[in-house]
């Protein structure tokens, strides 16, 4: 599905290289933070998620980083694939309420 | 699991005309989201249900909007009546509501009101 707002941020990588999407995110008070990927005409995918007790995950060829001081995410893709085209959104919470959403980055995989 | 189910997948109608759409979450997930998604706004969170108790609809547009879950296999939204800028893509996601905060969301359903 179209899901991006008019000025959305294209980031385009090389097949093989390394992504990194960053996001800001607006409530200190947040806890919790999740990265997902949202495919063409399908719903977002959970990617990977992270508590603000941490500053570092790693899953299967994803990495979030968490930056507390400034606000501050970033989602790393290690060796890009053409799978990896897909808009990715931050989504950050607190317990017991609900997710609000970035407006997303566009991923595009050059062959 | 089949996953998160909605129905119709596609729905155009013509403004002033009651459009209701459909959501099966998964089996065991006792949280329930609808979401609407366009170009200008992004994804929006309209409300959300907590074992089938909605517990916040402070996203949703206005009264032309409504949502039930009359039990935890089942949620409908309903717009009535629909204008064109209710065009958009409705996704319908649901969790756990202890532990991870993962939601899953269904493929959505595309909305055109002409």
């Known amino acids: 599905g179209e899901s991006v707002g008019l000025h959305l941020p294209t980031l385009s990588v090389q097949e093989g290289d390394n992504s990194i999407i960053n996001c800001a995110y607006s409530?200190?008070?947040?806890?919790?933070f999740i990265w997902y990927k949202q495919e063409s005409g399908k719903g977002p995918q959970f990617i990977i998620d992270?508590?603000?007790?941490?500053d570092k995950r790693q899953g299967q060829r994803v990495t979030v980083l968490l930056n507390k001081t400034v606000k501050h995410l970033s989602l790393q893709i290690a060796a890009t694939q053409p799978g990896d085209s897909a808009v990715y959104f931050c989504a950050e919470g607190w317990y017991g309420q609900n997710f609000v959403f970035g407006p997303g980055t566009r991923l595009s995989v050059l062959p | 699991d089949a996953g998160v189910i909605q129905s119709p997948r596609h729905e155009v109608t013509e403004m002033g005309q009651e459009v209701t759409l459909r959501c099966k979450p998964i089996s065991g997930h006792n949280s329930l989201f609808w979401y609407r998604q366009t170009m200008m706004r992004g994804l929006e969170l309209l409300i959300y249900f907590n074992n089938n108790v909605p517990i916040d609809d402070s996203g949703m547009p206005e009264d032309r909007f409504s949502a039930k879950m009359p039990n935890a296999s089942f949620s409908t939204l309903k717009i009535q009546p629909s204008e064109p800028r209710d065009s958009a893509v409705y996704f319908c996601?649901?969790?756990?509501?202890?532990?991870?905060?993962?939601?899953?969301f269904g493929p959505g359903t595309r909305l055109t009101v002409t």
């Open positions: 992270i508590r603000s007790n941490m």
């Open positions: 996601a649901s969790s756990l509501s202890s532990g991870s905060y993962e939601q899953y």
């Open positions: 409530n200190s008070a947040s806890d919790y």
